[in-house]
C-alpha cells in the first residue's frame, strides 16, 4: 500500500547508491528499462517511479529490485528496501503462550537517522570550510556579465546603480500584500539536503534541521523583510520588500549552498570540483535568480566602515565565528552586517525600522560595541536613547555619510545583499566608538600589527589584493570593498 509521502521513511540506501554512481533518476529508470528488455520484458519505468522508491512512497516488486542489483552490483539487500516484517511472539514464560503474532515495530530512533544526519553534519563542515571558493564556483554557473569580479556574488546589471546613491536619495517600500513565493524551500528538489529526523521521516525545512541537528548559537526565527524587486529608475521605490521571517530565507538559502557543497567538494574534503549544473535539481527549480520575489530572498545590509582623516582612510573586518552563525560562518566579513528586520513583533516596530539607515545603526550598536540585540519579541528600539541617538546625531550633522552601492545576491545562497559604505571622519569615529569592543557575539575584530595591535586596517589596494587572496573574504565583503575602491572618488568626495 503506497504511503503518505509525509509518513513515507525515504530509502537512504537507494538513494546513496543512485549518488555514488553520479546518476539521475532518469539513468536509472532507463537503465532497468534497458535490462528488462534485455529478459525479454517490456517495462515502463520512469524517473518518478524512482523517486517514489527513493523517498518510501512505493515499494518495488521482486523483478524490480533484482533489476536495481544488478544495475548497481550489489545484492538486493543492499538496496535498503525493506518492509515491516510479522515475527513471532516470544514467549516471556513457559506458561504464557497466546500463539500469536506481533508486528515488529521499529525502535524509537530510527536506525537510519543517525547515519543520515551524521552525512549532513560532514557536508555541512565542507560547505563552512569552503564558503568562499565555493560562491566564487557558483558565481560562474551564471553568465559572466552577472559576476561581481571574482567576489563570488552577481548581481543584474541593473541592480547597480552607476555611481553611488547616498541613502537619503533613494527610498524604500513594501509591495503589495497577498503575493506567495512559489518556492520554499520544501520541495521534493530540495529532500536530498535535508537530513531524517529521530523519527525516521525527512525534516521538512532545512532550518529545521540546522535547530534540531546542528544549531548555531545564534539562531531564532524573526520577522523579516524578503526583498521583492530593484529599480532604481524609480527614487521614490527603488528597493522593494514583502513581509517573511528569517527562517524563511535560511529554508532557500542554505539549502542550495548545502546542495553545491554536497556535489562540488571532492569526496576527501580536499578542495572544490568545476561548477556544473549537475544534480543541482533544486538550484534548476529556483531557475532566474534575479526574480527575488519567486522564492524567500532575506537580504541583509552590509556596511563597510571607513575611518577617514589627514592621514587615510582605513576599515574593519570582522571574523564570523562558524559554530555562531547561520550565515556567512568562519569568514572574515565587513563590519557591520545584518539580516534588514523590525527590532520587535510590534506593529510600531515594523513602522518605525522599515529604514536601512536605522538597521544599520542597530548592527553598529550591537557589533562594534556590544550591546544587546533587539531580540524581536520585547519593546522596539528607542532611537532617541543612546548610543541610537549619537548616530542619528552624527548622521544628521554630516559626521557620518552613507551611500549605497547596489543590491547583489551570494552566488552559493541567492540570499540578497544590500551593499553600503559608511564614511567617518577621524573625529566623529573616534567618538562614537570609542568603547569598540574586540569581541562580539557574532565573533572577533580583526586587528593586525605585532607591537600595537588595532582594528583599523589601511584602505588600500595592496590590503584590498592580500585580503582577496586569501580565499577567507566573504562574497559581500569582498564584492563591497571592490565597488568601493571602484568608486572611492566619488564616497570620498575627492572628485
Known amino acids: 500500500m503506497p504511503a503518505r509521502a509525509r509518513d513515507a521513511t525515504p530509502n537512504l540506501a537507494l538513494y546513496n547508491l543512485r549518488d555514488a554512481a553520479g546518476e539521475t533518476q532518469q539513468d536509472v529508470a532507463d537503465a532497468l528499462n534497458r535490462l528488462g528488455a534485455g529478459r525479454g520484458k517490456r517495462l515502463a519505468v520512469t524517473a518518478n517511479q524512482i523517486s517514489r522508491w527513493e523517498r518510501g512512497i512505493t515499494f518495488p516488486s521482486a523483478l524490480y529490485r533484482q533489476l536495481l542489483a544488478e544495475h548497481f552490483g550489489v545484492s538486493v539487500q543492499e538496496l535498503g528496501l525493506t518492509r515491516q516484517r510479522i515475527v513471532p511472539q516470544q514467549r516471556e514464560s513457559p506458561e504464557i503462550d497466546t500463539g500469536g503474532f506481533a508486528i515488529y515495530q521499529e525502535p524509537e530512533s530510527h536506525p ?57 536619495q533613494f527610498g524604500i517600500a513594501l509591495a503589495p500584500e497577498g503575493t506567495v513565493p512559489l518556492i520554499n524551500g520544501t520541495e521534493d528538489e530540495a529532500a536530498g539536503v535535508r537530513p531524517l529526523a529521530a523519527d525516521g521521516r525527512r525534516h521538512q525545512r532545512y532550518s529545521l534541521a540546522l535547530r534540531d541537528v546542528e544549531q548555531p548559537r545564534l539562531f531564532e526565527n524573526r520577522l523579516a523583510w524578503h526583498l521583492a524587486n530593484v529599480d532604481w529608475s524609480q527614487p521614490e521605490r527603488a528597493l522593494t520588500f514583502t513581509t517573511g ?72 573586518l570582522h571574523n564570523r565565528a562558524a559554530g555562531n552563525v547561520a550565515v556567512a560562518g568562519g569568514m572574515l566579513h565587513i563590519m557591520p552586517a545584518g539580516v534588514f528586520q523590525p527590532s520587535s513583533v510590534l506593529p510600531a516596530a515594523q513602522v518605525a525600522d522599515f529604514n536601512l539607515w536605522r538597521n544599520i545603526m542597530r548592527e553598529y550598536s550591537e557589533e562594534f560595541l556590544g550591546n544587546a540585540e533587539h531580540g524581536g519579541e520585547g519593546e522596539p528600539a528607542d532611537y532617541s536613547v543612546e548610543p541610537l541617538a549619537a548616530f542619528d546625531r552624527a548622521y544628521d ?31 566623529t569615529f573616534d567618538r562614537l566608538f570609542a568603547n569598540m569592543v574586540s569581541a562580539n557575539a557574532e565573533g572577533t575584530v580583526v586587528k593586525t600589527g605585532r607591537i600595537k595591535p588595532t582594528p583599523a586596517l589601511p584602505f588600500t589596494r595592496h590590503t584590498i589584493d592580500e585580503l582577496t587572496a586569501s580565499g577567507r573574504l566573504a562574497p559581500a565583503a569582498a564584492g563591497c570593498i571592490q565597488l568601493a575602491w571602484e568608486h572611492r572618488r566619488t564616497i570620498l568626495g575627492r572628485g
Open 397 to 427: 550633522a554630516g559626521g557620518v555619510r552613507v551611500y549605497c552601492l547596489g543590491v547583489a545576491l551570494d552566488a552559493l545562497t541567492l540570499w540578497g545583499e544590500v551593499l553600503t559604505v559608511a564614511v567617518f571622519d577621524g573625529q
Open 112 to 168: 537510519q537517522a543517525e547515519a543520515s544526519q551524521e552525512e549532513w553534519r560532514a557536508v555541512r563542515r565542507n560547505l563552512n570550510a569552503y564558503r568562499v571558493q565555493l560562491a566564487r564556483e557558483a558565481a560562474r554557473l551564471y553568465e559572466p556579465e552577472y559576476r561581481v569580479g571574482d567576489s563570488g556574488l552577481i548581481a543584474d546589471p541593473a541592480w547597480l546603480p552607476t555611481a553611488p546613491i547616498e541613502l537619503g
Open 245 to 316: 521571517t528569517y527562517f524563511g530565507g535560511v529554508d532557500v538559502s542554505e539549502a542550495l549552498a548545502h546542495e553545491m557543497a554536497m556535489f562540488h567538494v571532492a569526496g576527501d574534503g580536499s578542495g572544490i570540483m568545476p561548477a556544473s549544473w549537475r544534480n543541482l535539481t533544486f538550484r534548476r527549480l529556483v531557475g532566474d535568480p534575479f526574480t527575488p520575489s519567486r522564492r524567500p530572498t532575506a537580504p541583509s545590509t552590509d556596511t563597510l566602515t571607513l575611518r577617514v582623516d589627514e592621514d587615510g582612510v582605513t576599515f574593519v
